[in-house]
């Protein structure tokens, strides 16, 4: 009889981004050696409001590839008041006791991490030395929460420090998504075994074509989030355009603000699509030069996911957010680098790339150093061993 592990999140498709889809891997990988259960509420990211078919249920089970997926009611919201915030956390965390009540847990669980206080409801209702919990944390909260100045530092800080300290040192395995994660986790604690879990991509590559050498400009793209954290609506207004455009995929808190600069600079090559399907991204995205992935300011343990689902379609990238990521674009050759923060210095560097030399031999030799040093599956066998 198979062992049971259940996965607990925040994010889960049919939701969108790199939370959702890493977790989605993690369990669909995992089902083959365990039966596997999800726990995640009912689904709202990134809109901030239950979707359709989830609407006016207090919760739902349901089985998806291979996994067990319950979804528990929480209040959602995007809304940027604190306490609107803290109260939708507090309305899952409450969902999650209500559901440890009532249901047997397995003896191995993964926690999410962030968000903070749900971890810390899972770590404080679920921990016993007869269960193994797994703590897989893939932002440094509350420390990110303040370089981002989503946080100050005061009371709310120093509580959500205590609570980061708690999650570490009760955890008897944690997945960390950097090294750099892994090292800030190894000074506050030494109890639970560490192991580097990188967001790696599982789909099907498509085969890469020579790119239509009719447009000398060189076509720049971003895909994903429009918040605060990636600066993108700065990035629209400090770009030089001589020779580029610049394609934007994605929501969010920007998308409006960036909408609105578009209709009222029309001479500009900028354009925005909102957000597509996976697979209909990863379509539209082999058909640009570059995919830049920025960051407004360096956030020590970040390591953005786009560097290894653009490897593995291929795409050179202009990483622009410093830190772990920029040495993996350099140590893999995976395309270039412009100081966070430093904008003279990305436009000088987006000056030096020419659209004709985006040719299929580099695109190759991106793909192959993904499949080489990026695979999923690679990774996952090494997880499998020490779970």
């Given at each position: 009889m198979m062992q049971e592990l259940m996965i607990i999140t925040s994010y889960y498709?049919?939701?969108?981004?790199?939370?959702?889809?890493?977790?989605c891997h993690l369990a669909e990988g995992l089902s083959s050696d365990?039966?596997?259960?999800?726990?995640?509420?009912?689904?709202?990211?990134?809109?901030?409001?239950?979707?359709?078919?989830?609407?006016?249920?207090?919760?739902?089970?349901?089985?998806?590839?291979?996994?067990t997926v319950h979804r528990l009611w929480l209040y959602a919201s995007v809304s940027k008041n604190k306490f609107v915030r803290l109260f939708a956390m507090l309305s899952y965390s409450f969902s999650l006791m209500w559901?440890?009540?009532w249901h047997t847990i397995p003896q191995k669980v993964v926690v999410q991490s962030p968000p903070l206080l749900v971890a810390f409801t899972c770590m404080l209702f679920l921990r016993s030395k007869k269960r193994t919990l797994i703590l897989n944390v893939s932002?440094?909260?509350p420390s990110a929460g303040l370089e981002l100045g989503a946080l100050k530092n005061g009371l709310t800080y120093n509580t959500l420090k205590k609570l980061e300290r708690y999650n570490y040192k009760n955890?008897?395995?944690v997945l960390g998504q950097s090294q750099e994660i892994l090292t800030h986790i190894n000074k506050i604690t030494t109890t639970p075994e560490l192991f580097l879990y990188r967001n790696y991509p599982e789909f099907n590559t498509s085969k890469i074509i020579p790119k239509d050498s009719s447009n000398k400009k060189l076509r720049l793209v971003y895909a994903g989030l429009l918040g605060v954290a990636q600066g993108i609506l700065r990035l629209c207004k400090e770009l030089e355009y001589d020779g580029i455009e610049f394609h934007i995929y994605g929501?969010?808190?920007e998308a409006s603000d960036i909408?609105?600069?578009?209709?009222?600079?029309?001479?500009?090559?900028?354009?925005?699509?909102?957000?597509?399907?996976?697979?209909?991204?990863?379509?539209?995205?082999i058909g640009y030069d570059v995919a830049i992935i920025p960051l407004l300011n360096r956030i020590y343990g970040s390591v953005p996911?786009?560097?290894?689902?653009?490897?593995?379609?291929g795409l050179p990238m202009l990483y622009f957010g410093g830190g772990e990521g920029e040495k993996i674009i350099s140590t893999y050759n995976l395309g270039w680098i412009a100081r966070e923060g430093d904008y003279v210095e990305l436009n000088s560097t987006l000056k030096k790339i020419k659209s004709q030399k985006i040719s299929v031999e580099l695109r190759k030799d991106i793909q192959n150093s993904a499949k080489e040093h990026f695979d999923f599956q690679h990774q996952l066998k090494r997880l499998k061993t020490i779970l």
């Open positions: 498709p049919p939701e969108i981004g790199a939370a959702a889809n890493r977790i365990y039966k596997v259960s999800v726990v995640t509420p009912l689904p709202n990211y990134p809109t901030g409001k239950i979707f359709t078919n989830y609407r006016g249920k207090s919760s739902s089970k349901s089985y998806e590839n291979g996994v559901f440890f009540i932002d440094l909260w955890a008897d395995l929501s969010g808190a909408e609105n600069f578009i209709n009222s600079n029309k001479n500009l090559p900028l354009f925005f699509y909102g957000s597509l399907k996976r697979e209909e991204l990863h379509q539209a995205l996911s786009k560097i290894f689902e653009y490897s593995k379609l």
